[in-house]
Structure formats: structure tokens, C-alpha cells
């Protein structure tokens, strides 16, 4: 005769963390792996504004760590007929920030039956970023276009939107080793010194397009995510055009 027993449901043990099958580094204590959304794809970007124009350049190579990516990928981007956008840092967010920013570009035009200016443009990169600065945009940008009065304009952000107008600007990994030379060449008197003066750099067209050059091909000499080819975008009251030259590949 069958037995009247109820049958016993048997439960699965309880699950117990275990450190020791987790990675470690050299001989210390053992350490959890942590994900993270963002990723620094590295390059250098890099702007000259003159009394009539305004010079804008950035590497071609994308990467990770010690891998090279792609040895021609374009971080410049064109936003108006006056107005370019350059961005270092996360590729990824970069390419989201300007497909948004490029659709209000468009939105703008059909509702105003004209292009936005630069500075209405920088301001509203600004309000972009300051709008996800809770969860940013890991991208650092220049800004570069003429005015309203056909002045060279360059506007430098940081991650959440903070940002200035100045003549000259770099952003990326070759940050470090550019800025001191265009402080160098560039950086006027303070007004406390003097009566403040143009924003404008005392270069002509020419002589700002061989410094860009200059700097990045010392960039590429001394980092490992600055190299291959630079773009160079030069705006002036005949329109735009553009410039290549090769930098190292290793």
C-alpha cells in the first residue's frame, strides 16, 4: 500500500559570496571588478580664433587603453556654415551630444528661416550639458565659428557646461603638452597690466594653421593617443575649408 507521506519540496541553499574566486592584484587583497558606462577613447582637439577667421583642428585616431581603435575617425563635426564643434573624450557620448545638438540646429533654421549664430549655438551646448549634469556627457568640446561680426570665436567647455570665450583653446589627452605652447605664442597681457585688448590672436590665417601643425606634431611625439593624421578646419568670410597633415602612426 502506497505510502500517505506528503512529499518534501527541497529548497536551494542559500548562495554564499565567495572572495577567493574573485580576481586579485599582485599578492593584495582581492578586488571586485567594477562596470563602468564611460570609457576616455582618448585624441586631441584644438582651436585658434583670429580678427577674421578661426583655425580648427583634431587628430584622427580613436583608441582604448593600448588598443588603436580606428586610425580615422573625425571628431570635428559641422553644425552651421559658420560654426564647427570638436570633441575629445568619450566617443560614444560624443556622437549622441551632436546628433542632438545638430537636429536643434535644424529645428532652429525651419523655425526662424536662418542659421543659429555661433554664440546662440555655444550657449545652447551649454544648456545641453548643464542639463545632463547629473549623468554627463563625458566629452570635453571646442567650439570655433565667427560671429556676428565676423570675428574668430572659440568656446571651451568642460563635462557639465561651464564654459568661456577665449582666443585659443585645447581639450583631450595632448592638453597637457599643447596649452604651454599656445600660452606661449598666444596669451596676451593681463587687462590688470594693460587695457584690455582683442580676444583675437596676432597671427595671420597662415601663421595659425603652422602652429596647429606644430603642436600636434609634438603631441604625437610624446602621446600614445594623439597620432596618424590631424584635421585642420579653417572658417573665414569665404566659407570653409580643410587641411590634412600626417602625424606618426605608432
Known amino acids: 500500500r502506497r505510502s500517505s507521506r506528503a512529499t518534501r519540496v527541497r529548497m536551494p541553499a542559500k548562495f554564499v559570496y565567495d572572495e577567493s574566486v574573485m580576481p586579485s592584484d599582485a599578492g593584495g587583497p582581492h578586488m571586485r571588478q567594477n562596470w563602468s558606462p564611460y570609457d576616455n577613447n582618448g585624441g586631441t582637439v584644438l582651436a585658434v580664433a583670429g580678427e577674421d577667421y578661426v583655425v580648427c583642428a583634431a587628430d584622427t585616431r580613436m583608441s582604448t587603453g593600448y588598443s588603436v581603435l580606428t586610425r580615422d575617425y573625425k571628431k570635428i563635426e559641422k553644425m552651421t556654415e559658420k560654426c564647427v564643434m570638436a570633441s575629445a573624450g568619450f566617443m560614444a ?64 567647455y568642460d563635462a557639465v557646461g561651464s564654459y568661456e570665450r577665449t582666443n585659443y583653446s585645447c581639450q583631450g589627452s595632448g592638453q597637457g603638452l599643447i596649452m604651454p605652447v599656445l600660452d606661449n605664442q598666444l596669451k596676451t597681457v593681463s587687462p590688470l597690466v594693460l587695457s584690455a585688448q582683442s580676444s583675437a590672436t596676432p597671427l595671420s590665417e597662415s601663421e595659425a594653421v603652422d602652429l596647429v601643425k606644430d603642436c600636434f606634431a609634438t603631441a604625437g611625439e610624446r602621446d600614445i593617443y594623439t597620432g596618424d593624421s590631424v584635421e585642420i578646419w579653417i572658417i573665414n568670410k569665404d566659407g570653409l575649408r580643410k587641411e590634412y597633415q600626417d602625424l606618426k602612426l605608432d
Open 93 to 156: 557620448d560624443a556622437v549622441t551630444l551632436k546628433k542632438t545638438l545638430k537636429a536643434r540646429c535644424v529645428s532652429y533654421e525651419f523655425q526662424n528661416n536662418k542659421e543659429m549664430g555661433c554664440v546662440s549655438f555655444a550657449q545652447m551646448l551649454s544648456n545641453t550639458l548643464y542639463y545632463r549634469r547629473f549623468f554627463p556627457y563625458y566629452t570635453f568640446n571646442i567650439v570655433a565659428g565667427l560671429d556676428k561680426e565676423g570675428k574668430g570665436a572659440v568656446f571651451t
